[in-house]
């Protein structure tokens, strides 16, 4: 699934952080070996970060989500059969920073809904709002540039679908 070598110019999304783009490709000595090594920037943050091309995989860069894969996150941020929520926040915070972890749009996507959908019914604390800013900040970075529209389009469908749920 994930195309291993990507070149200069492209753009991928690494854990965390977000949607980057590949600015150099080079020769490292790490440990008395050459490595090759990408250069990313971090569109959001202008962070640079090196990563092996061969730990590439294993960090969890990947390709950006194409346009059938932005319906999916839609109807992830759609859905409302979600479990009635009985654990402690700190256990909650974890398995959802878990989620966020790991990189995966979709994961990313569900708490964003989790947090979205709780966030009516009760306060969130401190780190579930900063959690929640983060995991939409990342998906909607991603969603804009998957669908070549702007961040402030996207946030506003984004948005409404919480919009409708709380009225």
Request: proline share 2%.
């Given at each position: 699934?994930?195309?291993q070598q990507?070149?200069?110019?492209?753009?991928?999304?690494?854990?965390v952080?977000?949607?980057?783009e590949?600015?150099?490709?080079?020769?490292?000595?790490?440990?008395?070996?050459?490595?090759?090594v990408?250069?990313?920037?971090?569109?959001?943050?202008?962070?640079?970060?090196?990563?092996?091309?061969?730990?590439?995989?294993?960090?969890?860069?990947?390709d950006?989500?194409?346009a059938?894969?932005?319906?999916?996150?839609?109807?992830?941020?759609?859905?409302r059969?979600?479990?009635?929520?009985?654990?402690t926040?700190?256990?909650?915070?974890?398995?959802?920073?878990?989620k966020?972890?790991?990189?995966?749009?979709?994961?990313?996507?569900?708490?964003?809904?989790?947090?979205?959908?709780?966030?009516?019914?009760?306060?969130l604390?401190?780190?579930?709002?900063?959690?929640?800013?983060?995991?939409?900040?990342?998906?909607?970075?991603e969603?804009?540039?998957?669908?070549?529209?702007?961040?402030?389009?996207?946030?506003?469908?984004?948005?409404?679908?919480?919009?409708a749920?709380a009225a």
């Amino acid at each position: 699934m994930l195309k291993q070598q990507f070149t200069v110019g492209d753009k991928a999304v690494y854990p965390v952080h977000g949607v980057a783009e590949v600015v150099a490709l080079e020769q490292r000595d790490i440990g008395g070996s050459k490595t090759a090594v990408y250069i990313l920037r971090i569109l959001d943050t202008g962070l640079k970060i090196m990563v092996p091309t061969t730990n590439a995989g294993s960090v969890g860069l990947r390709d950006l989500i194409t346009a059938k894969q932005v319906k999916e996150v839609f109807s992830i941020l759609k859905s409302r059969d979600i479990p009635r929520d009985t654990q402690t926040w700190n256990r909650r915070y974890r398995e959802y920073m878990e989620k966020i972890k790991t990189g995966s749009v979709f994961e990313i996507a569900e708490v964003m809904r989790d947090l979205s959908v709780l966030r009516l019914t009760k306060d969130l604390s401190f780190g579930e709002r900063k959690m929640l800013e983060t995991a939409r900040g990342l998906l909607i970075k991603e969603l804009a540039i998957a669908k070549g529209v702007g961040e402030d389009k996207i946030g506003a469908e984004v948005d409404a679908i919480f919009a409708a749920a709380a009225a």
